[in-house]
């Protein structure tokens, strides 16, 4: 399967996860392509200043790959900088949000798989 930009749908997000400012979700792949119980495939578009909340991840594991911008990763012990080529997993229970603290927009790629 191949899925081309213009094929993609796109939301905006305003206070995602209780975050603040709007984020862009774009589903690269939708979880109904799948086999495999994956809840969402996309890219997330974090301008400066917002963020994605804080929020729990029971029975699932999330990965963000950083493409471009800088961040904070706040994982409820612990504020830790973040930026492009970095890989984070977040699951088993564990929480986390992330701010965007650059001038340039934060471009995730999140990956949140079911078990």
């Known amino acids: 399967m191949i899925r081309k930009p213009d094929q993609m749908?796109?939301?905006l997000r305003e206070k995602?996860?209780?975050g603040e400012g709007i984020v862009n979700v774009i589903h690269l792949l939708n979880k109904e392509d799948f086999a495999a119980r994956i809840r969402l495939c996309g890219r997330l578009v974090i301008p400066?200043?917002?963020s994605i909340g804080m929020h729990q991840h029971d029975?699932?594991?999330?990965i963000y790959i950083?493409?471009?911008?800088?961040?904070?990763?706040d994982d409820g012990k612990t504020n830790?900088?973040?930026?492009?080529?970095?890989?984070?997993l977040t699951g088993r229970g564990d929480s986390h949000s992330i701010r965007n603290s650059g001038t340039d927009d934060l471009v995730i790629l999140a990956?949140?798989?079911s078990y």
Do not use: F, Q, Y
């Open 48 to 50: 400066p200043g917002a």
């Open 80 to 88: 830790t900088p973040v930026a492009a080529g970095d890989a984070i």
């Open 66 to 73: 950083i493409e471009k911008g800088a961040g904070m990763l």
């Open 59 to 62: 029975g699932e594991d999330e």
């Open 16 to 18: 995602m996860r209780g």
């Open 111 to 113: 990956v949140i798989i």
């Open 9 to 11: 749908r796109s939301e």
